[in-house]
């Protein structure tokens, strides 16, 4: 079964960046969609981006948000999601979810998604 790590989160000041990551072993993930979701305490996940399996195409949630990135290399196995000037309100376990056949905006909603990680927690605070 497709397992998932997220690795990179962490205590950060406000203002300041995160690179997060999203891999896995015994599976490569250049076919998989990726998404990346947050979820704060007393809130619902919340999708932030998507990638297509050959970085064609990404997605974001809100696609004002200068803030944040999603990438991938294939050759590493692995997805990112650059997070910069970050807020308190960024605060949360940030996951990444994998499944195969989103190609469209539907790759931010967190229900079209089979494959999760344990996620990381990117705490923003001074």
């Known amino acids: 079964q497709l397992r998932l790590v997220e690795s990179g989160g962490g205590l950060v000041q406000p203002g300041g960046s995160l690179t997060l990551s999203c891999s896995a072993s015994?599976?490569?993930?250049?076919?998989?969609?990726i998404g990346w979701f947050r979820q704060a305490p007393g809130k619902e996940r919340e999708g932030l981006a998507c990638?297509?399996?050959?970085?064609?195409?990404?997605f974001y949630e809100d696609p004002n948000e200068a803030r944040f990135a999603i990438s991938r290399d294939n050759s590493k196995n692995t997805v990112y999601l650059q997070m910069n000037s970050l807020k308190p309100e960024d605060t949360a376990v940030y996951y990444c979810?994998?499944?195969?056949?989103?190609?469209?905006?539907?790759?931010?909603?967190?229900?079209?998604?089979?494959?999760w990680g344990r996620g990381t927690q990117v705490t923003v605070s001074s």
């Open positions: 979810a994998a499944d195969t056949g989103l190609f469209t905006r539907i790759c931010i909603l967190a229900y079209e998604y089979d494959y």
């Open positions: 015994a599976f490569t993930l250049d076919h998989y969609t």
């Open positions: 990638i297509t399996g050959s970085g064609n195409f990404t």
